[in-house]
Structure formats: C-alpha cells, structure tokens
C-alpha cells in the first residue's frame, strides 16, 4: 500500500521500526522542541505540521546543515530572535497577540519564493516543490524553519487576522 502524504512524515502515523529508526535519530534539541511545540496545542493540524517540521530536522541532520539561514528577516517580528537567544522553551508574553499574528503573516509573506508570492497559504505545491527550499532551513535559530513554527504557535488563539491560525498551520505543514 502506498502511503499518503500524511502517513509519509507523520511519526504518530509510522510505526514499528521505522518510527523508532526516526525517534531514535532525532538529536536532543529536536525532541526537546517538539515536546514544547506540541505542549497545550490540542490541534491534528498542528500535530501534523510538528511531526513534518520533526521528521525535516532528522532528515536534514543526514544530509548536513547546507545554507540554514531563511533569506528574509526584515519583517519577522522581533521577539522571535530574542525568544531564541534566552533559550527557554515556554511561550513569551505577547500582550497584543492579534498584533503579533499580524507581523508572523507580513514575514511568513516575504519568506515566498515568487512562484507562491499570489497565494502564500495555499497547500498545492505541485509547481513550486523546488523553489521552497528558500524555506527548508534546518537548525534551532532564528535563521530557521523552526522560527516560523515556534513563532506560529505563539498566535493560536488570535482573532479577527488576515488568515485564520489554522490555514496558517496547514500553509506551513505543506511547506514541510
């Protein structure tokens, strides 16, 4: 049988030796980011983009860092790299989260390879599979995909935003 986008890089969805080859793989850093990703998010979605997102690092560390700084930092919003550079893993006080989500949307925006710039939420990737490598920046700094997971999760609860937390989540996931 074959296996679905889905099952492919879910980790809750492989089982037996493959799941474990991967757990057991993974460096500390990266299960210590998951656990906190996942940690009060009672979300499928959310839990799809982390295991996604957890499956990328491991795979990536295979092959080596390669170029890991995303391209474009001018609009992430600001309490990303200082939530980076404390190195604790628990959510910072946001005092206008919808704010927040706003500045997340503007930076996830500008990190588009042009072919996506139209529609940056869509999850039909067909024609732009190779231009998301500007994206798919491994490592557990500012400069990296896990910034833009970390920094999506920090907005969950926000209301009343350009695009909705959960076609945020499935935007990024697919990215994955």
Excluded: H
């Amino acid at each position: 049988r074959k296996r679905s986008a889905d099952e492919a890089v879910s980790t809750e969805a492989i089982s037996g030796k493959r799941a474990r080859k991967i757990r057991q793989e993974a460096p500390d850093w990266v299960e210590e980011y998951k656990a906190y990703l996942v940690k009060d998010v009672d979300d499928p979605a959310w839990q799809l983009c982390v295991d996604r997102w957890f499956v990328y690092e491991v795979r990536c560390m295979k092959r080596g860092p390669g170029n890991t700084r995303l391209s474009s930092t001018s609009k992430r919003p600001a309490i990303i790299p200082l939530w980076f550079k404390k190195k604790l893993l628990q959510d910072p006080a946001i005092t206008d989260v919808g704010e927040y989500a706003s500045g997340w949307i503007e930076w996830w925006k500008e990190l588009q390879p042009k072919e996506r710039k139209g529609d940056p939420w869509s999850t039909d990737l067909t024609e732009t599979k190779q231009s998301l490598t500007a994206l798919k920046k491994p490592g557990n700094g500012p400069g990296s995909i896990l910034a833009v997971v970390v920094g999506l999760r920090w907005w969950e609860k926000a209301e009343g935003t350009e695009v909705d937390w959960k076609r945020a989540v499935e935007a990024v996931s697919a990215c994955l």
